[in-house]
């Protein structure tokens, strides 16, 4: 059975194709039954659209992929917190499980309170918080240089 | 000199073509200098996209004909008052005015305070607040029937 860790391994991997790119670097996978059906990274720079973020082009996949607008089977594994813009998103699609690695208290979606997601939506944070605030660390301490 | 009345009016145009193609009545334009560079209608259903609301398209639209991800000399009408989802959105983008029509107490980002949006972005409610009210309570009678 594949872990938790294998699928934010996965969202790591989608982060560092963001990093490469010059984009903040965080990434995204939407997993049903055990298989990744839809997946993201920030992209908002490539594209010059805000709303271009990993979470908002993952969950866009995962419902092309399942032909509906609701995930509630599904969980989304997504390096770093989500912002209020995809929280509303999860929300909208009923996710049923939000894994997210390291906390971003400036922009995340927590400090508006967990009611912003759907009430039937399971959040676990904190996996492989260190890697996922790593590649984060590299990124702005190289932005900044 | 084009009024605010003139831009909702494009946006309900919008939402009337939402309301042709069955899907909940709710439409944008995005505005700069006097001139519409971005418009959208609720196209969820469609496309099975639980973001593909009509500001998220609008907004993305703008960025596109501006090729920047910020629009704080733009202003966007919207028929309905935007959703967590698409505050957000409008947050990232740093719209300069959000005009919306009729306020929607159960999903609406003023639930959470208007903190949610960016805090240079003015907002103006009400603005056609009968017609785009009536849009919406036609589709749902019709829904319901």
């Given at each position: 059975m594949l872990s938790d860790e294998h699928f934010m391994r996965q969202a790591l991997r989608q982060a560092e194709r963001a990093f490469e790119s010059g984009e903040v670097p965080i990434g995204a996978?939407?997993?049903?039954?055990?298989?990744i059906i839809g997946k993201g990274y920030?992209?908002?720079?490539?594209?010059?659209?805000?709303?271009?973020?990993?979470?908002?082009?993952?969950?866009?996949?995962?419902?092309?992929?399942?032909g509906s607008k609701y995930l509630p089977e599904c969980s989304i594994y997504v390096t770093v917190e989500p912002c209020v813009m995809?929280?509303?998103?999860?929300?909208?699609?009923?996710?049923?499980?939000?894994?997210?690695?390291?906390?971003?208290?400036?922009t995340g979606f927590g400090r508006?309170?967990?009611?912003?997601?759907?009430?039937?939506?399971?959040?676990?944070?904190?996996?492989?918080?260190e890697e996922c605030k790593a590649l984060m660390q590299e990124f702005f301490r190289k932005r900044r240089g």
């Open positions: 996978v939407v997993v049903s039954d055990f298989q920030n992209q908002t720079e490539m594209l010059q659209d805000p709303t271009a973020h990993a979470e908002m082009i993952a969950i866009t996949a995962a419902c092309q992929h399942l995809c929280a509303g998103a999860l929300r909208w699609a009923q996710l049923g499980r939000i894994i997210y690695g390291v906390a971003e208290p400036k508006l309170g967990a009611g912003i997601v759907h009430p039937r939506t399971l959040i676990t944070t904190g996996l492989m918080e």
